[in-house]
């Protein structure tokens, strides 16, 4: 009986292709496994699956996964990505001449000169390491060599080969250009799309996902606006922001439809209906930030309506209405914050929300046009549409942009395996923007 | 949202918009203890201000305690708090006179936001208000390390003044009873504030502004600015009069963002104050 398995534990990055002869099964990770995982459940639940481990020894056991961590593959770098990394080897080169001729930088240049330097020292380490791998390769396949020799080689090589994986994935996602909002924190939107009351359930059921995979992270969060449906159960509206530096670089994946297919609790006939629910990622735009990027709104630029107090205000009227809502003439934008009982609280909400909105829009706008210049197609990661499916009775979550199914769908909506979807939309993101720069650095030569 | 709290909603909305009374409703849960919830939203019902039955309202950074017998900080007030200690943030003063101070919310509010305050002096007639503004001195505290707070009992009408040194730098602050006798009915006055927020906060006119003016910034040369909160332009017209015959006053007056006139400001013309122009939206 030969059944595929999925090991956890594993980042999935890597082909591994091993027999572990005491388990009598091929044991095959790669992307396209994930789909066989529920048959790999009905196996672990098989009682034939357990009778085989418990008569395994510990010792056993490590060695057949020593076995397996051997097979993994290293990844070869694409000749271009390496080209490209010993320009920018060259580059830096470049600069520290500038810098011995008594040339001081300017502010870009220093930045510059620092990512660089950072770039560099992981690209040598990548040499270093794969030198030394190759080094041992070549003992460990010498016939003639010393057995004991050999021996120790094969102990060492295990070490470097975990290295190496390492810091190639490391080069990888330093050579690939960053998102310009990466170090940002995070404003989540949730909207209720069609399906009418589960949808606003389904929204609540979403919020709820997002801040417990906030509690997982250890990551700081705030309610900066809810509204709930009439009856109770449900949100019409929510805004999350997430106080944590570089959240935006795994929550900007999050954006676009999700859907939800289920037998609602509304539902009085037992049939399963499929709603959706908007998410919004916005990057939020610190106002103590120096940076030139901190935008500053002229007055004929806003428009800032607060509930009025009818009559004359002031000690003739006690208004609780803190209402704020803002509207940004040039481009519509319109933002509404009423939770707190500070009007100058609600007011200060908005703007955060404003200012992430438009750093967002203005991003949009910038890539937009990027790709109208460019001839090639653009990964279709970059689409906001239907994005992902929650199938409660199948227990699966499938992410339509990777072609990736979780079977745990609780698991999910804890927030605790959220990261593994997250995992393959980046690394699908990556895989494609690798592409496109091997392409560009191709077309260049 | 529970079956609770829309009951809660609906004992509200007796009084108030359904809009309103739901975010009410909220803010009742979020802040007292469940077995409170009922009886609070009977009492708003019967148009009790929500500040006095939550004890508190958020001005600025501060959380100012609120109790009957003394006024309830206004949104109008907490605007202008802002927009002026955001002019004056880092502008060097050395005493800062609170009159009619009530809750405490003005100076402490200036307190808490400006940088490069020495002394606060915040006075009141009313014991209530006296006790009030020294618990919000202490709830707030954290907010007030840089400047040293006083609080006096004593009767602005009588002309009551600390003593302040004459060579200091100076900002008189007040927000005096400010509607006349006339207007202190339910035609001028919400509901609400006629029933249960005191008379004595409310009811005045002309003297409190005629004696903040002959009583106090006359009297001591220190003062160079000073801000006023009122109901009628004939409050600031008196101020301006008082005051023209000295050529080094300079005087406008300041709009709320409901477009009601809300301030008289002042400034000695050769004080940093000036940047107080930027507050006013028409000059005498």
């Known amino acids: ?445 | 949202m529970s079956s609770k709290l829309s009951q809660m909603i609906k004992i509200i909305s007796k009084s108030y918009s359904l809009q309103q009374a739901k975010q009410e409703a909220v803010w009742i849960s979020q802040e007292l203890p469940e077995s409170k919830w009922f009886d609070a939203c009977e009492k708003r019902s019967n148009l009790v201000p929500l500040q006095y039955i939550l004890g508190n309202q958020p001005f600025g950074k501060l959380d100012i305690k609120c109790e009957e017998g003394v006024l309830i900080p206004r949104l109008d007030t907490e605007e202008w708090v802002l927009e002026a200690t955001n002019l004056l943030k880092n502008i060097n003063i050395d005493n800062l006179i609170d009159y009619c101070t009530g809750s405490g919310c003005i100076g402490l509010g200036f307190a808490s936001e400006l940088n490069n305050l020495k002394n606060l002096d915040c006075i009141d007639f009313n014991d209530n208000a006296i006790n009030l503004s020294i618990k919000n001195l202490n709830h707030n505290k954290i907010f007030f390390k840089k400047t040293n707070i006083n609080i006096y009992k004593g009767n602005l009408l009588k002309g009551f003044l600390p003593s302040i040194n004459e060579n200091s730098i100076s900002l008189l602050l007040s927000n005096p009873p400010y509607i006349p006798k006339n207007d202190l009915n339910k035609n001028n006055v919400e509901e609400s504030v006629l029933k249960f927020e005191p008379k004595e906060a409310l009811l005045g006119d002309i003297e409190f502004y005629d004696a903040l003016c002959t009583k106090i910034l006359q009297k001591n040369n220190s003062f160079k600015g000073f801000i006023f909160e009122l109901g009628y332009i004939h409050q600031a017209e008196i101020v301006n009069k008082l005051l023209n015959n000295n050529q080094s006053w300079k005087i406008g007056i300041r709009n709320d963002q409901s477009g009601n006139l809300r301030n008289v400001i002042g400034w000695k013309v050769d004080s940093e104050f000036t940047i107080l122009e930027k507050m006013v939206h028409t000059c005498f």
């Not at chain 1, 990844?75 to 001081?104: D, F, M, R, V, W």
């Not at chain 1, 949100?235 to 297919?261: C, F, K, P, W």
């Not at chain 1, 549409?385 to 409660?392: G, L, M, S, V």
């Open chain 1, 1 to 445: 009986m030969f059944k595929s398995i999925l090991l956890n534990s594993f980042s999935p990055n890597f082909r591994i292709s091993i027999r572990p002869s005491l388990l009598r099964i091929p044991i095959i990770i790669n992307n396209n496994i994930y789909n066989n995982y529920n048959n790999y459940n009905k196996f672990l639940n098989s009682s034939l699956f357990h009778t085989k481990i418990s008569q395994l020894s510990n010792n056993e056991l490590n060695n057949s996964i020593e076995d397996l961590e051997n097979d993994i593959q290293i990844e070869q770098l694409h000749p271009a990505l390496i080209e490209k990394a010993e320009s920018l080897k060259i580059e830096l080169l470049n600069l520290e001449n500038k810098i011995s001729t008594g040339y001081s930088f300017n502010i870009d240049e220093n930045k510059k000169y620092n990512n660089l330097l950072s770039f560099i020292s992981i690209y040598n380490d990548f040499i270093n390491l794969n030198e030394n791998y190759t080094e041992l390769l070549k003992i460990i396949n010498n016939d003639q060599e010393d057995q004991i020799l050999i021996n120790e080689a094969k102990l060492e090589i295990k070490i470097f080969k975990k290295k190496l994986i390492n810091q190639t994935m490391k080069l990888k996602s330093h050579l690939l250009p960053q998102h310009p909002f990466a170090n940002n924190s995070t404003i989540l939107e949730l909207r209720p799309g069609a399906g009418g009351h589960e949808a606003n359930i389904f929204t609540s059921d979403l919020l709820n996902m997002y801040i417990k995979y906030c509690q997982f992270n250890n990551w700081k969060y705030e309610i900066l606006s809810l509204t709930n449906h009439i009856s109770g159960s449900g949100i019409i509206d929510a805004t999350l922001l997430i106080n944590q530096n570089g959240s935006y670089n795994r929550l900007r994946h999050e954006a676009g439809v999700h859907r939800v297919q289920r037998i609602p609790s509304t539902e009085t006939k037992g049939r399963v209906h499929t709603s959706a629910s908007g998410v919004i990622v916005l990057p939020k735009i610190d106002e103590i930030d120096n940076s030139q990027n901190i935008r500053k709104f002229k007055p004929d630029e806003l428009r800032i309506d607060v509930m009025r107090a009818s009559g004359a205000g002031g000690q003739h009227v006690n208004t609780t209405e803190s209402a704020v809502r803002i509207v940004h003439l040039p481009t519509g934008i319109i933002v509404s914050i009423q939770d707190e009982r500070s009007q100058h609280k609600n007011k200060e909400k908005a703007f955060t929300v404003l200012r992430a909105r438009l750093a967002e829009k203005e991003l949009k706008e910038k890539q937009e046009k990027e790709r109208s210049d460019r001839t090639d197609q653009v990964s279709s990661v970059d689409r906001s549409d239907k994005i992902r499916t929650y199938n409660f009775q199948q227990n699966r979550v499938t992410d339509h942009r990777c072609n990736f199914t979780l079977h745990d769908l609780d698991g999910c909506m804890q927030g605790t395996k959220l990261d593994l979807i997250i995992d393959q939309v980046e690394k699908k993101e990556a895989d494609d923007k690798a592409k496109n720069l091997i392409k560009q650095l191709e077309s260049n030569l």
